[in-house]
């Protein structure tokens, strides 16, 4: 008829012990049910005030660990409710689509990575304001050439972009109450994006009356919001080249990272020529998947004039800013010539051949003047595009031009103003 004092308590609380009192040794005395408790433990180690603070104290680790057991458990039930909103996300995701290289994971619903809804709305009301412009400018345009015709399709499209504007609202709406499932979303998603498109080619067929007024290289590209569906692309190709330069102007404010302003793939490799900004990194240039950082500073909305040139002996590189070189190196991609027969893309990050776009790689801004040359231009050919002299070279492979540039998903073509500023 004897009683374990300590080690009744012993399996109950098992690893506690260790991680609540660290090096503690416990001693167990048998005490007989109408004993002296401390008369006993006095054969042990310890006094009977010794013994019932480690009791004491045993309580107080065990209520510990239930507080953190019930901390872990709601954390739990967080984080499963997080998973399987993800997974029911993912459902729509094509597997094997992206190539991943930049960490990202593939968005194929399209817009932010499921911003939050009122920076989408943000968002895309800078389209319809964009869109609203032009059509002002239009409006100007009809004053001044009186013509029925012009004015009855200057109200369709007014009409257009009222409705467009209601529907981007009821989608934000249910968006903030969670009415949207992925696949109804990505309906309403493929509407707007239908209807933006044609209310562009549509402005785009009626300011074609007054680019007779306006150089064919005085334009530029608005990239409005961080989509994967709006971009430019280049109707020609680029051969195949052993070296080369490519210049533009460029402004934005995009963060993090402005985004990819352009890129070129060719069957088998869709890392031929790239240049990007994303995440928190510097821009970078690749060629044939090799990276070299560029040492620009224009992410300041203002507009700056850029150009890197490149040859495939030893891989040198330079690159220059408002006309000035600010970095060079070598060992880029030598020996390895630019292929030819590609897709050249401006605004977006290709994964695929002419596709695979991701939108969190797409360029946010504004770009104009893209020019490339099949060689290495000087310093004073550099200089005199960046101050916009009338000598300026046009690009022998690449020129800038309305001709050669077509345009999707809502990006704009406006008059191009830097050179009239710095001029």
Same mark, same amino acid.
Request: proline share 4%; with cysteine; glycine share 10%.
């Given at each position: 008829?004897?009683?374990p004092?300590?080690?009744?308590l012993?399996?109950? *609380?098992?690893?506690?012990l260790?991680?609540?009192?660290?090096?503690?040794?416990?001693?167990?005395?048998?005490?007989?049910?109408?004993?002296?408790?401390?008369?006993?433990?006095? *054969?042990?180690?310890?006094?009977?005030?010794?013994?019932?603070?480690?009791? *004491?104290?045993?309580?107080?680790?065990?209520?510990?660990?239930?507080?953190?057991?019930?901390?872990?458990?709601?954390?739990?039930?967080?984080?499963?409710?997080?998973?399987?909103?993800?997974?029911?996300?993912?459902?729509?995701?094509?597997?094997?689509?992206g190539?991943?290289?930049?960490?990202?994971?593939?968005?194929?619903?399209? &817009?932010?990575?499921?911003?939050?809804a009122?920076?989408?709305?943000?968002?895309?009301?800078?389209?319809?304001?964009?869109?609203?412009?032009?059509?002002?400018?239009?409006?100007?345009?009809?004053?001044?050439?009186?013509?029925?015709?012009?004015?009855?399709?200057? &109200?369709?499209?007014?009409?257009?972009?009222?409705?467009?504007?209601?529907?981007?609202?009821?989608?934000?709406?249910s968006?903030?109450?969670?009415?949207?499932?992925?696949?109804?979303?990505?309906?309403?998603?493929?509407?707007?994006?239908?209807?933006?498109?044609?209310?562009?080619?549509?402005?785009?067929?009626?300011?074609?009356?007054?680019?007779?007024?306006?150089?064919?290289?005085?334009?530029?590209?608005?990239?409005? *919001?961080?989509?994967?569906?709006?971009?430019?692309?280049?109707?020609?190709?680029?051969?195949?080249?052993?070296?080369?330069?490519?210049?533009?102007?460029?402004?934005?404010?995009?963060?993090?990272?402005?985004?990819?302003?352009?890129?070129?793939?060719?069957?088998?490799?869709?890392?031929?020529?790239?240049?990007?900004?994303?995440?928190?990194?510097?821009?970078?240039?690749?060629?044939?998947?090799?990276?070299?950082?560029?040492?620009?500073?224009?992410?300041?909305?203002?507009?700056?004039?850029?150009?890197v040139?490149?040859?495939?002996?030893?891989?040198?590189?330079?690159?220059?800013?408002?006309?000035t070189?600010?970095?060079?190196?070598?060992?880029l991609?030598?020996?390895?010539?630019?292929?030819?027969?590609?897709?050249?893309?401006?605004?977006?990050?290709?994964?695929?051949?002419?596709?695979?776009?991701?939108?969190?790689q797409?360029?946010?801004?504004?770009?104009?003047?893209?020019?490339?040359? &099949?060689?290495?231009?000087?310093?004073?050919?550099?200089?005199?595009?960046?101050?916009?002299?009338?000598?300026?070279?046009?690009?022998?492979v690449?020129?800038?031009?309305?001709?050669?540039?077509?345009?999707?998903?809502?990006?704009?073509?406006?008059?191009?103003?830097?050179?009239?500023?710095?001029?």
């Amino acid at each position: 008829r004897l009683l374990p004092l300590l080690l009744l308590l012993g399996p109950a *609380l098992g690893p506690a012990l260790g991680q609540g009192l660290g090096q503690t040794r416990f001693i167990c005395t048998s005490v007989p049910l109408d004993g002296d408790v401390c008369a006993a433990s006095a *054969l042990g180690t310890g006094s009977a005030e010794e013994l019932k603070g480690t009791v *004491l104290q045993l309580r107080e680790t065990v209520l510990q660990q239930k507080e953190t057991i019930m901390n872990q458990k709601e954390t739990i039930r967080e984080l499963t409710a997080k998973l399987g909103r993800c997974e029911s996300q993912s459902v729509l995701e094509l597997p094997g689509e992206g190539k991943g290289r930049k960490g990202f994971s593939k968005n194929t619903m399209g &817009d932010l990575s499921r911003p939050a809804a009122a920076e989408t709305l943000s968002q895309l009301g800078q389209t319809l304001q964009s869109l609203k412009t032009r059509l002002e400018n239009l409006e100007q345009f009809s004053r001044m050439n009186s013509s029925s015709q012009t004015n009855n399709l200057k &109200d369709i499209l007014q009409n257009k972009i009222d409705d467009l504007e209601k529907q981007v609202l009821s989608r934000v709406n249910s968006l903030e109450e969670g009415k949207l499932s992925p696949r109804n979303e990505s309906e309403e998603r493929g509407k707007i994006e239908s209807t933006l498109t044609s209310l562009h080619q549509r402005i785009s067929d009626l300011e074609k009356g007054q680019k007779d007024n306006r150089p064919p290289d005085r334009f530029q590209l608005t990239f409005h *919001l961080r989509t994967n569906y709006m971009y430019a692309k280049v109707k020609k190709s680029l051969p195949e080249m052993y070296a080369f330069s490519i210049c533009m102007w460029i402004k934005s404010s995009a963060s993090p990272g402005m985004g990819t302003p352009f890129s070129y793939a060719v069957p088998g490799q869709a890392n031929e020529l790239v240049l990007i900004e994303w995440g928190n990194n510097p821009m970078e240039i690749l060629i044939n998947d090799k990276v070299a950082k560029l040492p620009f500073a224009i992410n300041d909305g203002k507009w700056h004039h850029i150009c890197v040139t490149w040859t495939t002996r030893d891989g040198v590189w330079e690159a220059y800013q408002d006309g000035t070189q600010t970095g060079n190196g070598e060992n880029l991609a030598p020996y390895h010539p630019i292929k030819p027969q590609g897709v050249l893309v401006l605004g977006q990050e290709q994964d695929t051949l002419g596709g695979g776009f991701d939108a969190t790689q797409a360029f946010v801004g504004e770009l104009a003047h893209f020019n490339v040359w &099949d060689r290495k231009l000087s310093p004073g050919e550099v200089y005199g595009l960046a101050t916009c002299s009338s000598k300026a070279l046009a690009g022998n492979v690449i020129a800038w031009a309305e001709a050669n540039i077509d345009i999707y998903g809502g990006a704009t073509k406006l008059t191009f103003e830097a050179c009239r500023q710095l001029n």
